[in-house]
Each structure stands twice: as C-alpha cells, then as structure tokens.
C-alpha cells in the first residue's frame, strides 16, 4: 500500500506507461492483422480467378472429349442404322429451329428422305 503521495504519483505514472505501451502494443497488433487480412483477401481473390479458369479449362476438355468421342461413335452409328432400319441418309451436327427455340443435335437420320431417328 502507498504509503506517500510521491509513491501514489509514481504508481499512477507507471500505470500511464503501462497503458501507453498497451496501446502501442494493440496498435501494432492491429495493423498486422490488418495486413494479414488484405493478404487473404488477395489470395482469396487470386484462387477465385484460378478456379474460374480451371472451370474454363475442364470445360474445354468435356467438350474435346465429347467431341472426341462423338468423332468415334457417330461413324458407327450411321452404319449401325443403315440395316436394321433403312436409314438411307444420316447426318451430324445439325442445328434446327422451331419457333424461337434452337435445338442443336449431334446425329440426325433419315429414311427415304423423312425424319426417322434423332439422337443428342
């Protein structure tokens, strides 16, 4: 217990330093966390596009591998169809419209001219 005024000063002007060092401690403290969370948001930023991209690019190759393997099927198909069937004339990728709706097919077979098997 103080037993002076001069200890009681002495107290109380330790106590203001302690706080001021708390202060510049928590200040510091806080411009770190700061700078940790622009980073993160940089990072987070930066994985987003890289996902985006990556997206594009299995995209892409789902649609080389679908083209790809329509390459090899659709051959087939053709000649698959011509007995059992009758198809007479098969085409591929073919765009058709009606009203305002497009519908985009991938095998188209006809049978003596009419419209006999579709695929997509």
């Known amino acids: 217990m103080p037993t002076t005024i001069e200890e009681l000063q002495a107290i ?11 202060k510049a401690q928590l200040a510091v403290s806080q411009e770190a966390a700061d700078r940790r969370a622009a980073e993160a948001d940089r990072r987070s930023k930066e994985i987003d596009k890289q996902i985006k991209e990556l997206g594009k690019q299995i995209g ?39 009203g305002e709706e497009w519908m985009e097919l991938d095998g188209f077979g006809f049978v003596n001219g009419a419209l006999y098997l579709k695929f997509r």
């Open 12 to 22: 109380v002007a330790q106590s203001v330093l302690d706080t001021q060092a708390f």
């Open 60 to 98: 892409g190759l789902g649609n080389t591998f679908g083209s790809f393997t329509e390459s090899l099927l659709l051959p087939s198909v053709e000649k698959i169809l011509a007995k059992p069937f009758g198809v007479t004339s098969f085409t591929m990728r073919m765009k058709s419209c009606k």
